[in-house]
């Protein structure tokens, strides 16, 4: 079982940037995959990036990628997600997620994971 709590959400103007924090219990954290996702109102969940067990390979979606970093430290048992330049587009609630299973075919994937936080909002304003 593990359980996961984002934190660092809030409001910020359109080119801030932000650090979100992805905290997990339990001392299985090395062996989980863990990728952020986010959900804006009306639409489908999507996925933001992700870093796979080893964290040597991180991969990201095109709508982040070069304003955002996923960094992990086992040792605190936490995931992070930094995002710069930040759009009014990426207004929403990001999710942290983790599963054991994960391979770079599903990391997309939503239905892949085991366990979700609870997701912290981010709002961007124009």
């Known amino acids: 079982q593990v359980q996961l709590v984002e934190s660092g959400g809030g409001l910020v103007q359109a080119g801030g940037s932000l650090k979100l924090s992805c905290a997990a219990s339990?001392?299985?954290?090395?062996?989980?995959?863990i990728s952020w996702f986010r959900q804006a109102p009306g639409q489908e969940r999507e996925f933001v990036g992700g870093?796979?067990?080893?964290?040597?390979?991180?991969y990201y979606a095109d709508s982040v990628k070069g304003r955002s970093t996923i960094s992990r430290d086992n040792g605190k048992n936490t995931v992070y997600l930094q995002m710069n330049m930040l759009k009014p587009e990426d207004t929403a609630v990001y999710s942290c997620?983790?599963?054991?299973?994960?391979?770079?075919?599903?990391?997309?994937?939503?239905?892949?994971?085991?366990?979700w936080g609870q997701g912290t909002q981010v709002t961007v304003s124009s």
């Open positions: 997620a983790a599963g054991s299973r994960l391979i770079l075919s599903t990391l997309r994937s939503p239905s892949a994971y085991d366990y």
């Open positions: 870093t796979f067990r080893s964290a040597s390979n991180t």
């Open positions: 339990g001392n299985t954290f090395r062996g989980y995959t």
